[in-house]
């Protein structure tokens, strides 16, 4: 059914709920999980930081996908989380999306909440919002 299941993280709690979802269905599936890390431009740190940042979370959800006997693909890009969501679910094929329904704490779980929200308006797929 599903083939490609796409889960943007930030290496949040609540992420790491929409990644093991997403995980778990894929293993029932058969599917692949493409795991999507974006770093936003609109940060104020240096590159090599976030950069280092994003590779650790997207290795996070590789180790839980090889444990679990999934094949899981990394995707890390720089960009707008909010509005990129559907570019990058085109790009990568993914016929569903599984994504967290909040974020990082304060200010950050306000855009990532945002980033649910535009990508359940925006994307040509099914989306499974995880609380």
């Known amino acids: ?21 997403a995980i778990e269905l894929a293993g029932r599936l058969g599917s692949v999980v ?4 974006v770093i936003d ?3 104020i740190y240096p590159f090599d930081v976030l ?3 994003g590779k650790e979370i997207l290795a996070s959800v590789q180790r839980k996908g090889r444990e679990a006997g999934v094949r899981v693909d990394e995707v890390l890009v720089f960009g ?3 509005h990129d969501m559907k570019k990058i ?5 993914a016929d569903l999306v599984v994504i967290a329904s909040h974020g990082r704490s304060g200010l950050e779980k306000l855009l990532m909440g945002s980033v649910a929200e ?3 308006k925006t994307v040509d797929v099914p989306v499974l919002l995880v609380k």
């Open 80 to 82: 707008s989380p909010a």
């Open 51 to 53: 950069e280092d940042e």
């Open 118 to 120: 535009t990508t359940l």
């Open 41 to 43: 431009e609109k940060l």
């Open 1 to 21: 059914m599903f083939e490609k299941i796409m889960v943007p993280t930030d290496g949040s709690e609540y992420a790491a709920r929409a990644e093991d979802m």
């Open 34 to 37: 493409i795991a999507v890390h």
């Open 89 to 93: 679910t085109e790009k990568t094929g």
